[in-house]
Each structure stands twice: as C-alpha cells, then as structure tokens.
C-alpha cells in the first residue's frame, strides 16, 4: 500500500511565524502535490512537483514555497503565517505517466492565530 | 478557468436506493476522471477512475463518463449510512504531471 505521511496532524502557529509542513511519501512516486482545502472552495493546488529540487506554481501559490531535495519528501512553507492561511493542508502523490490517481496523506490542519 | 463542477447537496437517499451524484467538466481535453470518498475530518480516498466513455462497475459503485456531454456520475447501489460522506469528483489530462482539477463536492446522506 502506498502510504504518504505528513509531519503534524495539528498546528497551531502565531501571525507572522514561518512554518514548515512536511510530507513524506514511501512508493518512489515522481510527482508530489500540496492541496489546501477550504469549506465551499474544495481542493485548490498550491504547488507540485514532478522531480526532485523541480517545481510548479499551483492556483493559489502566494504566501507559499515548497522545497524538495529528496524524490520522498516534498516541503510546503508559509514564509510569514496569515490568519487567512488557516486550513487543512493536504499532501498528496502520484506515481507518474498515465497513472493519475492521487494518494494523500491523513492532512493538517493549520491554525494561524 | 478549467474547471469542474458538482452539486454541493447535501443529497439524502434512504438506506437501500440508489444514489446518484453527478458532475461536470470544462475542458475537453480532460481524458481521466477519479471519484474520491472523503469522510468529515478525513482525507479523499480514491472509489473509481475512469478513462473511456460508458460504465464502469466495481463492487456497488458504477461510474459512467460521457465525453461528448463533458458528464460524469457515480451511482452507489444498496446506499448504507457508512456511504455518508462528502464524494469529490476530478479530472485530468492524461500523461507526465497534469495537475488534476477537483470539484468541490457533493455531500450524500443515507438515512437509516
């Protein structure tokens, strides 16, 4: 079974701080996603990446980077945490080519106060 | 704007019927669509793909594609209450790292 982990479950993190939310994944997939979703938004992508130190903006990158220097590990980082970044971040991976189907990890959920 | 698009609901099937939810999509070049299951507090898991037009069943679920429409749908048979949950319905272009596009889904009840 594939599985992708994610650092924390919950966070509670003050205005202004960085945060580094990290995902792991264990089936040598190539491509890694990080999703934020919101109620009556749905899943909007942030940024992925389909090979290490590569990289791709999302819908919604602004207030974010990512980082990934390791083909298991993908990195999201809020520069300088907003309230507005309040939400459940999910990670997510796919092995590549024709094969579309996502695998996500269990989600954080971020507090920004 | 790509997008794909669901009915919030939420939808309410009593125990036993068939639940039918439905979605569609704006690009056309879209080839793969993907049903997830996401229960409250839960992350999506995948029920079903499919790629070619007409039905696909798998157990009580059954999605069907319809290209030249830009129409996806999933029917849940024998709907039970561990079927309550939000269904996010999703599109991509097939190959390499397409971003997949995700409806906002639709909430489904099933009423003892």
């Known amino acids: 079974d594939v599985k992708v982990t994610q650092s924390s479950r919950y966070l509670v993190k003050r205005t202004g701080e960085k945060v580094f939310l990290e995902c792991v994944q264990d089936?040598?997939?190539?491509?890694m996603f990080w999703y934020r979703q919101d109620p009556g938004l749905g899943l909007r992508l942030i940024y992925f990446?389909?090979?290490?130190?590569?990289?791709e903006k999302g819908d919604i990158p602004e207030g974010y980077s990512v980082s990934r220097e390791k083909k298991e590990r993908f990195s999201l980082i809020l520069e300088s945490a907003s309230t507005n970044q309040t939400s459940m971040y999910l990670c997510?991976?796919?092995?590549?080519?024709?094969?579309?189907?996502?695998?996500f990890g269990p989600g954080t959920r971020l507090t920004v106060l | 704007q790509k997008e794909v698009e669901q009915n919030s609901g939420p939808l309410s099937v009593p125990e036993g019927a068939i639940a039918s939810l439905n979605c569609t999509y704006s690009?056309?070049?879209?080839?793969?669509f993907f049903w997830y299951r996401q229960y409250s507090g839960k992350s999506p898991e995948l029920i079903m793909f499919?790629?070619?037009?007409g039905d696909k069943e798998d157990g009580r679920f059954t999605a069907q594609l319809n290209k030249a429409s830009q129409y996806v749908s999933l029917l849940i048979r024998d709907s039970q209450p561990s079927d309550s949950a939000t269904y996010l319905c999703?599109?991509?272009?097939?190959?390499?790292?397409?971003?997949?596009?995700f409806g906002t889904g639709t909430k489904l009840q099933v009423i003892p």
């Open positions: 990446s389909y090979d290490v130190k590569m990289k």
């Open positions: 690009d056309r070049g879209s080839q793969s």
């Open positions: 089936m040598d997939h190539e491509n």
């Open positions: 499919i790629y070619s037009n």
């Open positions: 999703a599109g991509a272009v097939s190959g390499g790292y397409q971003k997949v596009t």
């Open positions: 997510a991976s796919t092995p590549g080519g024709d094969t579309d189907t996502q695998y």
